[in-house]
């Protein structure tokens, strides 16, 4: 086995996969995994796990692979991740886990997407669904704008026995949290007439905006994640968002929440264009920025080759994100009656810097003293 090559994944045929919509990567066989996996240098220090968003044990997952414990990879990425076979599939490994890989240094990195897909469709084929928490702690978090960050976030509290309530004002987004929700608990692909979960049935989806929050009582955390506060573009309307939460918090209860700075909008955002090139679909991402109130215009072009046309079909996305000054945050903060606790850079325990593009703050709902 030549350890600087990949093992080749199957693919339909060109005649066989334009008579059909099935996937054209037909993935890995057991086999096939388990050779892939045997490439991995399986690295003290692990690059590869610094590429990844989410860092998932990619070298203990791939070394169960390599020793055929399937389910035990399983188990060791659902740690991590609430939907391997879809991030197996669609996020950008070859600049992420890949290209941090050390074995690509001096040949082709290894196959960490594939294997994970695997890994994935694994799992679900053999009915291995991820571990659940063996019961509910008693308290209440909402997650407050119920995107991919916030379904995902909702996901993980639910398995640490949270009683979880998402919102958002999009119903379509909403209708995708509920499901992804059920996968992150069920596993991917679940059937939708198995018995339900007592904790699928007590996670509540609420179709609202932030600046109408609207709890069914009382709760003891509120999460509002990936920049869904710079897409609030108005400064009262902001300030709703935080009174609301505030008014349904419980003493001593806090409310988490990240923004993108002004300075990932000037300097990495700005009036810039990025080019994504993937083997199905290419995409063309153009920004205009403001200054004077560091908003940042979005428009996103996307087209998905049909190999069975010879033709490309193009959709496209326009949105916009404001970014908040941290006197202004602070400010959001106080005139909502909370108290700052905590401020820290990205996903990390570490002080804010000048080039620091996501902050996230951790502000508290005072204690009333008797």
Same mark, same amino acid.
């Given at each position: ?252 209860? /806090? !409310? %988490? #929440? $990240?923004?993108?700075? @002004? *300075? ?8 810039? /264009? !990025? %080019? #994504? $090139?993937?083997?199905? @679909? *290419? ?88």
């Amino acid at each position: 086995m030549d350890v600087l090559t990949r093992v080749p994944v199957r693919e339909q045929e060109p005649a066989v996969r334009a008579t059909n919509f099935e996937e054209v990567c037909l993935g890995y066989n057991e086999e096939e995994a388990m050779a892939e996996a045997a490439r991995c240098l399986n690295c003290k220090n692990a690059q590869c796990m610094k590429g990844c968003p989410v860092s998932i044990n990619i070298p203990g997952f791939i070394a169960e692979v390599k020793e055929g414990n399937f389910e035990a990879a399983y188990h060791v990425i659902s740690e991590s991740s609430a939907l391997p076979a879809v991030c197996g599939r669609v996020c950008p490994q070859e600049t992420q886990c890949e290209g941090k890989c050390i074995r690509g240094i001096k040949g082709e990195p290894v196959a960490i997407g594939k294997l994970e897909r695997f890994v994935a469709d694994w799992a679900r084929e053999h009915g291995i669904k991820p571990k659940k928490a063996e019961k509910l702690n008693g308290h209440k978090v909402a997650v407050i704008g119920s995107g991919p960050a916030g379904l995902t976030c909702a996901g993980d509290l639910a398995k640490l026995g949270y009683d979880v309530v998402g919102t958002d004002a999009s119903a379509q987004m909403l209708s995708e949290a509920m499901q992804k929700k059920a996968c992150a608990l069920y596993g991917e692909n679940f059937e939708r007439e198995e018995p339900s979960d007592p904790q699928i049935e007590k996670i509540l989806f609420l179709c609202q905006p932030m600046e109408e929050l609207d709890m069914y009582g009382t709760i003891d955390a509120a999460v509002c994640a990936l920049d869904s506060i710079n897409h609030v573009t108005d400064e009262k309307t902001v300030q709703k968002i935080f009174d609301r939460v505030s008014l349904f918090l419980n003493p001593g209860a /806090v !409310f %988490v #929440f $990240d923004v993108n700075s @002004v *300075y990932k909008h000037r300097e990495v955002l700005g009036n810039n /264009v !990025f %080019v #994504f $090139d993937r083997d199905e @679909v *290419y995409c063309v991402w153009q920004n205009s920025y403001q200054e004077e109130n560091f908003q940042v215009q979005m428009d996103l072009d996307f087209f998905e080759y049909d190999e069975s046309t010879d033709t490309y079909t193009r959709t496209s996305e326009s949105f916009c994100e404001r970014a908040y000054t941290d006197e202004q945050v602070r400010g959001f903060i106080q005139k909502s009656g909370l108290n700052l606790v905590a401020v820290y850079a990205e996903d990390s325990f570490d002080p804010v810097q000048e080039d620091t593009q996501r902050i996230i703050y951790v502000a508290q709902k005072p204690v009333q003293k008797k």
